[in-house]
């Protein structure tokens, strides 16, 4: 089996899996997936509970494989029997990446990125909140993106940055349908919508940037007026958990305190701002122009 070099969030992993949507690397690596045999009792061990979080060994299992993270370097997994490759490549990296990069000290948001210089923005919200949509208009605007599904946020002397995962996103198949894009080729993802990892064909940057802002949509009553507001203090630190990768009731289960830890430090270097949008209306471009200006 051969090995693969990409780049992808500030590091360097090296994939016995063929990730093809990923940037390609040449220096040596830091991370790893490698595909291992389980033993009876390890498998025993990893799935008394779908998901353990530990400051040097995690774990989740699930219909298509079992996973260990250890010591914020190593992503060891076993395929189900017939498991689908696509389903395996889309774990390792949400959940296997989140896991390890908790290891490092850093936080895996779920979220979307774009980068205008050095200074970046954050867009989060529930799922049909927008935040496709409010991407696709930075992008038009001349913003690059940097993560289309999670990014990887954490602090170097005192500076909140954000560092990139790779060159494509996942668009829904009505937005492929409209924007009549063949699929022939393309990685098909189900997760709470069927979905398509479309290549990014714009300029894209490894380096890592400032976090600048961290936006987060919701949708209100299709009666309603938008609505913005900076968060502060307490309400600004939950709003940072809401938004992670990996759900509050795991992240928190028995009390973790290295999460909270490093909630509370990043919480207290970013703004966050709150944006309500009436549902069912196109208010993409006024969005675009409230984060803006509070940039």
């Given amino acids: 089996m051969g090995k693969y070099l990409y780049r992808i969030y500030g590091a360097i992993l090296e ?10 690397a040449e220096d040596a690596a830091d991370i790893f997936f490698e595909r291992k045999v389980f ?3 390890e498998k025993k061990a990893l799935t008394r509970e779908y998901v353990v979080l530990g400051k040097d060994h995690s774990s989740f299992y699930n219909d298509e494989l079992i996973c260990a993270v250890e010591g914020g370097e190593r992503v060891l997994y076993e395929p189900a029997p017939g498991a689908d490759p696509d389903r395996i490549r889309s774990f390792l990296l949400g959940y296997g990446l989140a896991m390890l990069f908790l290891q490092r000290g ?10 205008m210089g050095d200074k970046a923005v954050l867009i989060s919200g529930r799922s049909g909140a927008g935040k496709s949509t409010l991407t696709r208009q930075f992008l038009e605007h001349g913003y690059k993106l940097m993560a289309d599904d999670m990014i990887v946020a954490g602090l170097e002397n005192g ?8 060159p494509a996103a996942k668009l829904c198949t009505d937005v492929i349908e409209q924007k009549g894009i063949d699929t022939q080729g393309l990685m098909h993802i189900t997760e709470n919508k069927d979905k398509y ?3 990014y064909e714009d300029e894209f940057s490894c380096e890592p940037a400032e976090l600048g802002l961290l936006c987060i949509i919701a949708v209100l009553s299709p009666e309603a007026e938008v609505e913005m507001m900076e968060l502060r203090g307490a309400e600004k630190l939950k709003m940072l958990i809401d938004s ?11 009390n973790n305190p290295v999460t909270v830890a490093l909630a509370a430090e990043l919480a207290s270097k970013i703004r966050v701002i709150l944006i309500g949008r009436p549902d069912k209306k196109n208010t993409a471009s006024q969005l675009f122009e409230i984060v803006e200006k509070a940039l």
Avoid: N, Q, T, W
């Fill in 106 to 115: 850093k936080l895996a948001i779920h979220c979307s990125g774009v980068r």
């Fill in 15 to 24: 994939s016995d899996i063929e990730i093809p949507y990923l940037v390609k």
């Fill in 159 to 166: 500076m909140a940055l954000v560092y990139p995962a790779f």
């Fill in 39 to 41: 033993s009876g009792e």
């Fill in 244 to 254: 992670l990768f990996i759900e509050r009731s795991i992240m928190f289960s028995g």
């Fill in 197 to 199: 990892i479309v290549p």
